[in-house]
């Protein structure tokens, strides 16, 4: 113990003497936690898929003539990136001090200087350009030349050791306690910044597991057809249930990597794992990439059928993230019909024949509850001044005419299903099927208080999660489930 004081006593001393000496400050991973260039190939491959094409022919002129290209045709907004604002809040008190804050970084000089523009914090900036690619000991040639060798950095990576070494302290943000307590024992400490602890929940939120309830729906075809019973349609369902939910989960990364920017101007998805750089893009990438073949094996592995299908849906969602939900209705529609595919491929996994009045009422609750998710949207840019939403055709004075469509839309799915316990394969296969008549009321109910919270500013971005969160809507689709089944199996002798 009195060893670790003596040694801390040191570092303390000597930090500060370099308390009067410039700062210079890496970019990707210390001043923001993210991958500027990363992010950057990301937008260009947005703005056309083709240039993925292009990628490799530009990596033969060398990493900097690389990020010349890409930075040429693509790029970051500095005003949106997520930055570590215990580091910025540091760096602004020792600016008011009288030192000097230095920005050298890798990235291009271009994204260098957006981000130097926006913070409105450094007096100088670094960075690649003109062939040469500002990293390890090119940057601190580079420095050295600026500055000699009187100053301090502040990095966050191994990348960053020799810099380090080469300066007077070092500042060290986000380091791992391995590379922190080797980095003490060759340069005086300035000052730590913590890394920020990467809890399985996140992972959890990235993945949107909760969102594996909407798969839920492959089950319908098995209980419409009241197959529960059936021990070997019900273990394909669930093999069929989990295929879906991988897949949906390696979608649902791939779109919010696709779209990091819209995400970070947005109120509430601006904190979302990979928006706030709390996950790193290249895990995310690697992490969907697994998902996704262990989806198709598991799809497989029920049927070719339903292997298409799930490819179906794959590239139905991807339509979805790159271009439909661009498309004012159209986005709508088609979650609409990712709804209803999801009941189709079910009946695909089991051999059940899809019923017409049982996809008919999908689409319409389903398009009822796309447009509530829309307005919840827009109710919230709104309610935060904002008059448009951003990436997507739509404005908050949409809203006049989607109230009606989407109430529109749920009251036609009562009305489908009205017309489905008149239908006579209804009346035969069903012991009481005027029971049913509640489960419509109960319809009723349950979408309307949904557009009754929409409209009041309450609802969630997603509708599915403000549905897991409300009792009194879970005890109506209780009650309707149980219905059901009554009406089914037991015979009311009364009501016939």
Known sequence: ???????????????????????????????????????????????????????????????????????????????????????????????????????????????AQAVSRHLGLFDEVLATEAGRNLKGDTKLEAIRKKMGGEFVYAGDSGADIALWKGARAAVLVGVSPGMAESIRREVAVEREFAREERGFDVWLRALRVHQWLKNLLLFVPLLTAFSFLDAGKLATTVVAFLAFSFAASASYVLNDLWDLENDRAHPRKRLRPFASARLPIVQGLAVAAAALVIALAMALAVSKGFLFMLLLYLALTSAYSWVLKEHVLVDVLTLSLLYALRILAGSVAIGVPASSWLLAFSVFVFLSLALVKRCAELVSLDQNGEGSARGRDYRVTDLVVLWPLGVGAALSAVVVFGLFISADETQARYATPQLLWLVAIGLIYWLGRLWIKTSRGVMDDDPLVYALKDPRGLVAVFAMIVTVLVAHFISFGSAT
């Open 1 to 111: 113990m009195r060893a670790l004081g003596a040694a801390d006593q040191i570092t303390k001393e000597k930090s500060v003497k370099a308390g009067h000496l410039p700062i210079v400050v890496d970019l990707d991973g210390t001043l923001t936690p993210t991958d500027t260039l990363i992010e950057s190939v990301i937008d260009l491959v947005r703005r056309s898929p083709l240039n993925l094409l292009r990628l490799p022919l530009w990596l033969l002129k060398g990493r900097a003539g690389f990020k010349d290209s890409v930075a040429a045709r693509a790029g970051v907004s500095a005003e949106h990136l997520p930055y570590r604002e215990p580091l910025l809040a540091w760096l602004r008190e020792e600016k008011g001090k009288g030192r000097r804050i230095v920005l050298a970084t890798a990235a291009h000089r271009s994204i």
